[in-house]
């Protein structure tokens, strides 16, 4: 019985642990919809959150904890993203290996567009200090290159006789690049910012994927 | 008389004024060489330079004083290295545009390759602070915009009536992204690191754009 209500207690101890720690996260998501990464500090998201500044400091690595929070944010956006059924691209009923390149470029631009606000700082942050990344992100790295392999393998015959996992490589590492270049130059000001449409964009990157699975068949 | 001694004065301190720049300049470009920009502060910079933090702080913006002297770094050694004529591909004498295409790859893959130590953070920093970067970067941007369109008006046979301005633009934005996920994933841990030498980056560059070109002639 004792044994029980220590369970019980400590349970009460790890909820309110976790609703601290989803009222952070949800106050850094607030904040960097309408602010820079930058000009967030420690008081801010005290304030919004409504919790300590001790307490977000207990949480994440003190000397780093702002970085820390807007991983951990980004990891947990990306992940519930992936969680809706709608979200995913349609590979399955695609008719040709082009329509399927569209619809995957079609559901990045989606996702890009819909948290660009904390995948820009994210990446920029997970770049300068890559050591606070943890596994999570190298684990998302390789899923999408394996779901390049598997969707590359289906449609095979296309290939002709081409080593599927250096093609997979190459067009995810393709895809990825063509899409950070997106996230990282949205600012008027620069020449890369393309300023092409979902659809234009998706179908300059299939001719790419289309014509460079094909100068290899040659 | 009074005029000219005056002005000789002025010159001299304009001298003196230069020669402290170089030294601050010269002082984060050896640092960078041997540990990473994040742990780079002004203490260590003054120490290397033989200059006083006032003098630092003095010439650069208070506040930005370390990104600003890494971005100025950066547009520096770009600029020096653009003005070394072996440094540029020799393009005039391909005799296709294949080989082009893998002439200007090894050229950028060489630049990247002896620059790295500084483009990196100077690109992390300037996508975190874009207004510090000030007109030379976007400069540079426009500059090697219009190089690609020179070089595929001249081989606008292979191009089957396309608009040029337009495949410049993506061919050009291809480039730079595929070497800017080199630049930023060159740690063993990520997916996004190919791997790959020069010579066969160069080559799957050039499948994908002269595949992106032949596209557009169906």
């Known amino acids: ?53 001790a307490s977000i400091y207990q949480r994440f690595e003190n000397k780093d904890a702002l970085i820390s929070i807007l991983i951990a944010l980004y990891i947990e956006k990306v992940r519930v993203w992936n969680e809706v059924a709608q979200n995913q691209p349609d590979v399955q009923s695609a008719e040709n290996l082009r329509e399927v390149l569209l619809r995957i470029a079609l559901a990045a631009w989606r996702q890009f567009e819909a948290l660009s606000y904390v995948m820009r700082p994210a990446y920029l942050y997970s770049r300068l200090r890559p050591e606070l990344l943890g596994g ?27 080593n599927i996992a250096q093609v997979a490589a190459m067009v995810s590492y393709f895809y990825n690049m063509m899409f950070l270049g997106k996230l990282m130059h949205n600012d008027a000001q620069s020449s890369w910012n ?17 014509g460079y699975l094909e100068q290899g068949r040659r």
Chains 1, 2 share one sequence.
Not at 148 to 160: I, K, P
């Open 194 to 210: 393309l300023g092409l449409g979902a659809e234009e964009f998706a179908e300059n990157l299939a001719d790419f994927v289309m």
């Open 136 to 162: 999570h992100w190298q684990a998302q790295e390789k899923r999408a290159l394996h779901g390049f392999e598997a969707m590359l393998n289906q449609w095979a015959g296309e290939l002709a006789g081409r």
């Open 1 to 53: 019985m004792g044994l029980l209500v220590e369970k019980g207690a400590k349970k009460a101890v790890q909820k309110r642990s976790q609703i601290t720690r989803d009222k952070i996260m949800q106050a850094m998501d607030e904040l960097l919809q309408v602010e820079s990464f930058e000009v967030i500090n420690i008081a801010k998201l005290s304030t919004t959150a409504g919790v300590s500044a």
